[in-house]
């Protein structure tokens, strides 16, 4: 395959793969009250439904129970209407919510409904598109069960609740009931994929410092990553930044050093940044430094002709010597503060790899150097 025909391939396969992984399912919330509850009903996962709110009006008795023969099984009879005009503070609600970080889009909202005898004389929904600001419909109960229904097409890629109220207006003195039944509300829901895909994320001891690791299985406009310690899980301070390789399907690694953990549990979490500044947090995880370890590592490694630097855990009093690869010990001297050491060799030592010969607590132990 020539070079052009693979970009015209890679283009292609860049412009589909969002409209493969957020592509949109369709979902039906339903309030059927067949079983004497107040209670809604969702095909989809992705959508929560609560049950039915009232506000300044009553689920009424009639006949000992709750909710009356319906359009289909019970419906749910609402009493308690203002007498005269009508009042914006009394009304039904039925709300839906996304879930699992999807986004809705309704389409549709529908519903059965008629009235007792003296029932309310007007009835009106709204929704929380506008702030329940405007009437989407408005229509006469009558006594027998009749159909509303609404397009919807200013609720598009919700993040949070969406709500309609029945509202209903100028019922007579004697208490006439609103029945309802029925009522659904039709959409999509979207899932959008997170930007980060992560397989995993480690933090391991490596002497008096946390090696962390992580890897990702798909990133999506991702700008860099961000690692943070923390003693407590509640404070954070950062170790590094360091940068995601933006969109790819492919399997990325990555990886940082801590060189100043604590003794005993340290915590990091792993942040991901995307380039439009939003970020997600995967869980924390945790290493530990035995404080009671003497610990001796050679820090940088290579080191550079003149100076070895050393860091020490609990061996301030290690014995140390440099061999050459011969086994011969290199003359120089030993610089101590408290944690590290610098090994100061006589003269500028060539480049290549030498022996650090560590004994402390009668305990020997060699360490290879690189000088370059």
Known sequence: MDCLAMRFLYLFCWLLLPLMTWAQTPFTAVWAFDGENKAGTSNNVSVSVS???????????????????????????????TTTGCNDTEYVTFTIAPASGAKLTVTQFSFYFNQSPAGPTLLKIRSSADNFASDLYSQAPTASFQQGSISVSNVVDQTGPVSFRVYACSA?????????????????TTITPLPVTLLYFTAKPDGDRIQLAWATTQEINADHFSVEHSLDLAEYTPVGDIPSKGTTDERQYYGLTDLNPQ??????RLKQVDRDGSMQIFKPVSAIIRDSEPVVTIYPNPADTDRIHLRLWNADDASIRLLNLTGQSVSGQLQRTPGEADFRPA??????????????????????????
């Open 51 to 81: 049950d039915m709110a009232t506000s300044n009006v009553t689920v009424s008795t009639i006949n000992t129970i709750a909710y009356v023969a319906g359009q289909s099984g019970k419906a749910v009879n609402v009493q308690s209407w």
């Open 172 to 188: 007579m003195a004697t208490g006439g009931a609103l029945r309802l039944d029925e009522v659904t509300i039709n959409g999509s």
């Open 347 to 372: 003269q500028p030592l060539p480049a290549g790899f030498y022996w650090l010969e560590v004994t402390t607590n009668n305990l020997r132990r060699t360490l290879m150097v690189l000088v370059r």
């Open 263 to 268: 003794p005993g549990i340290n915590y990091y």
